[in-house]
Protein backbone atom coordinates (compact mmCIF):
# COMPACT_ATOMS: atom_id res chain seq x y z
CA UNK A 1 0.00 0.00 0.00
CA UNK A 2 1.44 3.35 -0.78
CA UNK A 3 1.11 6.73 0.83
CA UNK A 4 -0.45 9.20 -1.91
CA UNK A 5 0.83 11.94 0.07
CA UNK A 6 4.76 10.74 0.31
CA UNK A 7 4.96 7.29 -1.55
CA UNK A 8 6.25 5.20 0.65
CA UNK A 9 5.59 1.75 0.54
CA UNK A 10 3.23 0.44 3.83
CA UNK A 11 1.68 -2.55 4.85
CA UNK A 12 -1.36 -3.74 3.92
CA UNK A 13 -4.50 -2.56 5.86
CA UNK A 14 -2.05 0.10 7.50
CA UNK A 15 -4.58 2.79 9.24
CA UNK A 16 -1.13 5.18 9.39
CA UNK A 17 2.07 5.83 6.73
CA UNK A 18 5.51 4.98 8.56
CA UNK A 19 6.95 7.67 7.35
CA UNK A 20 4.60 10.98 7.12
CA UNK A 21 2.21 9.40 9.15
CA UNK A 22 -0.50 10.45 7.08
CA UNK A 23 -4.07 8.76 7.64
CA UNK A 24 -4.49 5.68 5.90
CA UNK A 25 -8.05 4.47 6.27
CA UNK A 26 -9.51 5.92 3.53
CA UNK A 27 -7.55 3.72 1.13
CA UNK A 28 -8.66 0.51 2.77
CA UNK A 29 -10.32 -2.42 0.48
CA UNK A 30 -12.30 -4.45 3.00
CA UNK A 31 -13.64 -2.64 6.62
CA UNK A 32 -14.28 -5.82 8.17
CA UNK A 33 -10.79 -7.77 7.43
CA UNK A 34 -10.34 -8.27 11.12
CA UNK A 35 -7.26 -6.26 11.32
CA UNK A 36 -6.75 -4.85 14.20
CA UNK A 37 -5.78 -1.22 13.66
CA UNK A 38 -2.16 0.49 14.76
CA UNK A 39 -2.41 3.30 17.67
CA UNK A 40 -1.94 6.48 15.57
CA UNK A 41 1.65 8.48 16.31
CA UNK A 42 2.23 10.24 19.45
CA UNK A 43 2.01 13.61 18.09
CA UNK A 44 -1.43 12.63 16.42
CA UNK A 45 -4.34 14.87 17.24
CA UNK A 46 -7.93 13.32 18.03
CA UNK A 47 -8.49 13.56 14.49
CA UNK A 48 -5.83 11.22 13.58
CA UNK A 49 -4.19 13.49 11.96
CA UNK A 50 -0.45 14.21 12.27
CA UNK A 51 1.35 17.75 11.77
CA UNK A 52 5.05 16.78 11.58
CA UNK A 53 7.90 19.62 12.30
CA UNK A 54 8.78 22.48 9.60
CA UNK A 55 12.17 20.42 9.35
CA UNK A 56 11.26 16.99 9.30
CA UNK A 57 11.78 15.51 5.64
CA UNK A 58 13.18 18.31 4.38
CA UNK A 59 16.78 17.54 2.40
CA UNK A 60 20.06 17.92 4.56
CA UNK A 61 22.15 21.26 3.95
CA UNK A 62 24.82 20.79 0.73
CA UNK A 63 28.14 20.11 2.33
CA UNK A 64 30.22 23.28 2.98
CA UNK A 65 33.03 23.30 -0.19
CA UNK A 66 36.30 24.26 1.30
CA UNK A 67 39.30 25.83 -0.44
CA UNK A 68 42.54 23.86 -0.92
CA UNK A 69 44.37 24.40 2.28
CA UNK A 70 41.26 26.13 4.44
CA UNK A 71 40.48 24.59 7.83
CA UNK A 72 36.52 24.64 8.69
CA UNK A 73 34.92 24.11 11.79
CA UNK A 74 33.56 20.44 12.42
CA UNK A 75 30.22 21.69 14.01
CA UNK A 76 29.33 24.91 12.27
CA UNK A 77 31.32 25.06 9.02
CA UNK A 78 32.88 28.24 9.94
CA UNK A 79 35.92 29.41 7.92
CA UNK A 80 36.67 31.75 11.04
CA UNK A 81 38.85 29.99 13.21
CA UNK A 82 42.02 30.73 15.29
CA UNK A 83 44.57 27.77 14.39
CA UNK A 84 46.58 26.07 16.95
CA UNK A 85 50.14 25.78 17.69
CA UNK A 86 52.83 23.79 19.72
CA UNK A 87 52.07 25.28 23.71
CA UNK A 88 54.93 27.38 25.32
CA UNK A 89 55.59 24.81 28.03
CA UNK A 90 56.51 22.17 24.99
CA UNK A 91 59.13 24.04 23.41
CA UNK A 92 60.88 25.06 26.91
CA UNK A 93 60.77 21.22 28.02
CA UNK A 94 62.51 20.07 24.57
CA UNK A 95 65.20 22.76 24.87
CA UNK A 96 65.84 21.87 28.69
CA UNK A 97 66.01 17.83 27.77
CA UNK A 98 67.77 18.54 24.78
CA UNK A 99 70.56 20.16 27.00
CA UNK A 100 70.31 17.59 29.58
CA UNK A 101 70.37 14.92 27.12
CA UNK A 102 73.76 16.16 25.53
CA UNK A 103 75.00 16.98 28.97
CA UNK A 104 74.30 13.70 29.51
CA UNK A 105 75.40 12.05 26.91
CA UNK A 106 79.03 14.16 26.91
CA UNK A 107 79.30 12.38 30.89
CA UNK A 108 79.02 9.74 29.94
CA UNK A 109 81.75 9.65 27.44
CA UNK A 110 84.35 11.07 29.70
CA UNK A 111 83.81 7.89 31.54
CA UNK A 112 86.40 5.22 31.05
CA UNK A 113 86.78 1.95 32.50
CA UNK A 114 89.75 1.17 34.16
CA UNK A 115 92.72 -0.95 32.65
CA UNK A 116 92.13 -4.72 33.43
CA UNK A 117 95.36 -7.36 33.52
CA UNK A 118 93.52 -10.26 31.42
CA UNK A 119 96.28 -12.99 33.84
CA UNK A 120 95.25 -11.75 36.96
CA UNK A 121 92.46 -9.22 36.83
CA UNK A 122 94.15 -6.19 38.22
CA UNK A 123 92.66 -2.62 37.52
CA UNK A 124 94.86 -0.09 37.35
CA UNK A 125 95.66 3.59 35.55
Request: charge should be positive.
Amino acid sequence: MQCPQCGAENRDGSNFCRYCSRPLLAQQKDPNSGYVPSVPPPGANAYGTYNPPADYRQPPPPPVKSAVGQTLCPRCGSASILKGGTPQWAVILAVVGFIFVCFLSLFFLLIKEPNRCLNCGLEFK
